[in-house]
């Protein structure tokens, strides 16, 4: 395995299905760009005689559509910014954050990410959509599910203010759990 030594840029990207690392190679001399994802190569180009312009690729199981921008700033120095959807990764994130809720917990000595997505109620579970079970209760929703031999189960609750919206709270054996701010 050779050297990375064209290494311009890195990124995490959280994702329901887990955080994914993005890393991108430039030859400046070369032109060569190389884009990885979780360290499997997912692209390569060698002797590209125009050193600006974009890569797009796609991450996780859901394939989402990232794209790699490369832009002179000035002389021979190159600005790399990630989009994911889009959006810039800043953006993806803030909009994540409305989108989602995560949790990680250990149980049993092993770590879990738990990820829901609000506008489907889909749950992942370290990157495996989970089978779940949505009931209606006195005071929401609550959507059960397994994680090994524990049972979990996200109850949504309206916080009776318009500006909050609904709260997602995760309990794993009768205990709830925190979120996780990614």
């Known amino acids: 395995l050779e050297k990375m030594t064209d290494l311009v840029a890195v990124w995490e990207v959280a ?60 002389g021979f120095a190159y600005e790399y910014t990630l989009e994911i959807n889009g959006k810039s990764l800043k953006k993806y994130m803030e909009n994540r954050l409305k989108t989602t809720n995560t949790w990680v917990l250990s149980l049993g000595g092993a770590d879990y990410r738990v990820v829901l997505e609000k506008d489907t109620m889909d749950v992942w579970c370290n990157g495996q959509k989970m089978e779940t079970a949505g009931e209606f209760v006195e005071d929401g929703t609550e959507t059960h599910f397994s994680v090994g031999d524990h049972s979990c189960c996200i109850k949504a609750v309206s916080s009776g203010k318009r500006k909050e919206g609904i709260i997602h709270t995760l309990i794993v054996d009768d205990r709830e759990i925190p979120e996780t701010v990614e």
């Open 15 to 74: 994702l329901s299905d887990g955080v994914h690392k993005i890393e991108f190679e430039h030859g400046t001399t070369s032109g060569k760009r190389v884009v990885y994802v979780d360290g499997k190569e997912e692209i390569r180009k060698e002797w590209m005689f125009k050193l600006v312009g974009k890569e797009t690729f796609t991450v996780g199981a859901a394939k989402t559509k990232a794209t790699i921008n490369i832009d002179a700033v000035s």
